[in-house]
């Protein structure tokens, strides 16, 4: 358990950095739900410093691309959401992503907008903590979607919510993570298509059910 604990926040020390104070709390909700999670402490500390790196080679890049881009990780399958202004500035994202020999499988799920769009979304998303159901664009009603969806989740009898991670991208759904069984997904993808905001889900999650030992 202290293992767990430890390689994830070594790795989340650099994000936080990275991130600000709302980083802080992300890593320390992140650290939580690992206890929980059916992967092996290997891919935990593996996917942490997958995901840290490549925000890290963000950040260096563009600080304002950590508003941009969502980088979700797990057993090594990188998935990458969010927006930008520039086919160009995906196109680069993803270039960083391919570098990683860690990663054994990419999903470009970036969309390209305009600037004027993307120049609010990034305010929104400086400003989320304050979201509500309207605010002060899509960025903010997308973290709405997000923690909606969280909420059901996690009240949800016979779903393992920490084995999923999802996110909102002008109101589209990506999701990835491990079900347990083809019916703990399908609830899954249910309860995310009947909350108020969703317009399509797409799923990446990998059906694996738990070994009894």
């Not at 680069?92 to 970036?110: C, G, H, N, S």
């Not at 016979?158 to 759904?173: A, L, P, Q």
């Amino acid at each position: 358990m202290n293992r767990i604990l430890t390689g994830t926040t070594i790795a989340g020390i650099a994000l936080a950095t990275a991130l600000g104070v709302a980083g802080c709390v992300t890593v320390v909700t992140e650290a939580a739900k690992k206890t929980m999670e059916d992967r092996v402490t290997d891919d935990q500390v593996t996917d942490t410093k997958i995901a840290t790196s490549l925000l890290s080679s963000l950040a260096d890049k563009d600080k304002n691309l950590l508003l941009d881009v969502n980088v979700d990780v797990w057993e090594r399958r990188a998935m990458l959401t969010g927006t930008v202004s520039d086919a160009k500035v995906r196109q680069d994202v993803v270039r960083l992503a391919q570098a990683d020999e860690r990663i054994r499988r990419i999903y470009d799920e970036i969309q390209v907008v305009s600037k004027e769009e993307q120049a609010r979304r990034r305010e929104a998303a400086k400003n989320k903590d304050e979201s509500k159901k309207e605010g002060m664009g899509q960025a903010v009603n997308d973290f709405w979607v997000e923690t909606k969806i969280s909420a059901k989740l996690i009240s949800t009898s016979g779903v393992t919510s920490v084995n999923y991670r999802w996110r909102s991208v002008r109101n589209m759904i990506y999701l990835i993570g491990r079900a347990r069984s083809e019916g703990e997904l399908k609830a899954v993808l249910d309860i995310i298509r009947k909350t108020e905001g969703v317009s399509q889900v797409k799923s990446f999650v990998e059906i694996k059910p738990v070994l009894k030992s």
